[in-house]
């Protein structure tokens, strides 16, 4: 809920508008236009459109009218969420995870007392309070018990991602393009980080800055993304569901990667959704040397501070002297695409470069001003007047 509020706050911000008890029924589309047709309190409605991104769920009928495949399997597991209040001792303002070997055990407490407890259940468990509790005493830490349930469900998932991302000038996004294992929660990262990747290809096509070949990235970089996140919840699932002696086995070892610190420097990361690398798409590959800057299709590294200037550019940020070679070829770069990047400078150790995407990955690095070229190709490529980029004056 408290999502969907900030989401639609920056919508009305923005001057959008949601529409409730509005169905869209049907989609046309051809190389100019898309129409959309709705079913709602004032009748039917036909909406005509530039571009179409849709959102609409695990049961996407947008997908379906645009006749993309949705295969894979059903995950062989039941999972049941209760959200209510939980009495008893443990951490507030912390997400517990617990291992037992009848399976495992989440505890989350969200805004306003709310605690939310889920975990894997026997097929035809009934989604009552004695089910929550059981899950809580062979799995928990002792002494939780949940005496209030506001919601008691019991659910299965699949793992699913859609054949193509884009169809002509329509685009599926979140669970609509990907569904998984509910392990680890990264339905909603995957879904926000697919609108991330899209409206700033979009917005510049849109404005008139980039040719609509970029378009074509999204497919290419958010599947490949929701692929690895189905690798990485199958397996996550897969080991929640181990035997008894099995999951003892993993217990050990599962206890030893939190002691080491191996679990917080790397699963941390996969269940935030920061692990998510572009190989392809808008990145180039990484310079033979240089292992101190961060690989394209990365994300952007927290000691670059957050963009001063117009953030639907590109930013193309030099390291080391503030004079020289390579500042000069970068800011002459800026000058020649000056609608597409925005060069700065950072003083640091080491010499060097990154083109930083909008989105904040990053396109590309190099060394020194020879690796400019192919920043130059990138942005060429990217421009709308491919063959002549703007110069400007001075
Ligand atoms: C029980 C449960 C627990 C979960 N817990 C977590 C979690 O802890 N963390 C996490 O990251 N993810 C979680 N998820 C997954 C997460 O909810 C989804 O990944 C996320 O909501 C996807 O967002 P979405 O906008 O793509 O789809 P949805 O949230 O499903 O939104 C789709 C919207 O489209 C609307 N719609 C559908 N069809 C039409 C139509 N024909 N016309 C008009 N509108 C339509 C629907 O009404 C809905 O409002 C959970 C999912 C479930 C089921």
């Known amino acids: 809920m408290q999502t969907e509020l900030v989401l639609e706050q920056a919508l009305t911000a923005l001057g959008g508008t949601v529409e409730r008890g509005v169905r869209v029924t049907g989609v046309a589309h051809d190389d100019t236009r898309v129409t959309v047709t709705t079913q709602g309190p004032d009748g039917t ?7 179409l991104i849709a959102a609409d769920g695990v049961r996407s009928s947008v997908r379906e009218h645009l006749g993309i495949a949705f295969a894979g399997e059903p995950v062989p597991a039941t999972y049941l969420l209760a959200e209510g209040s939980v009495d008893g001792p443990f951490a507030r303002d912390e997400l517990h995870y617990f291992l037992g070997t009848t399976g495992t055990l989440v505890v989350a407490p969200l805004p306003d007392s709310v605690v939310r407890v889920g975990g894997g259940v026997p097929d035809g468990t009934e989604p009552d309070l004695a089910a929550v509790q059981r899950l809580l005493d062979e799995r928990g830490p002792g002494g939780l018990r949940m005496v209030e349930a506001a919601s008691i469900t019991t659910f299965t998932s699949a793992e699913r991602v859609a054949a193509t991302l884009r169809r002509g000038r329509c685009f599926l996004a979140g669970d609509a393009a990907h569904t998984h294992a509910a392990v680890g929660g990264q339905g909603l990262n995957l879904a926000l980080e697919d609108v991330r990747n899209l409206v700033w290809k979009l917005a510049g096509v849109i404005g008139g800055r980039f040719a609509p070949a970029i378009l074509d990235s999204y497919d290419i970089e958010r599947r490949c993304a929701a692929e690895d996140t189905v690798r990485v919840t199958r397996l996550l699932a897969r080991l929640a569901l181990l035997g008894p002696v099995a999951a003892r086995v993993r217990n050990t070892v599962w206890r030893l990667a939190s002691a080491t610190g191996v679990l917080r420097r790397r699963y941390a990361p996969v269940l935030a959704g920061s692990r998510s690398r572009y190989t392809e798409g808008v990145v180039l590959p990484a310079p033979a040397r240089r292992a101190s800057l961060p690989p394209p299709g990365t994300r952007t590294p927290a000691w670059v501070p957050a963009p001063a200037t117009d953030p639907r550019r590109f930013r193309l940020v030099t390291l080391g002297a503030p004079t020289g070679a390579l500042v000069d070829g970068a800011r002459t770069v ?43 190709t990138v942005l060429r490529d990217l421009a709308l007047t491919a063959r002549s980029p703007v110069v400007a004056a001075g």
């Not at 409605?45 to 571009?51: K, Q």
């Not at 597409?340 to 150790?349: D, I, Y």
Request: hydrophobic letters at 40%; a positive charge.
């Open 45 to 51: 409605r036909h909406i005509g459109a530039d571009w």
């Open 334 to 376: 800026a000058r020649r695409f000056p609608a597409l990047v925005g060069h700065e400078h950072l003083t640091r150790r080491g010499s060097g470069f990154l083109l930083l995407r909008p989105d904040g990955y990053v396109a590309a690095t190099g060394t020194g001003p020879d690796g400019l070229a192919g920043v130059e």
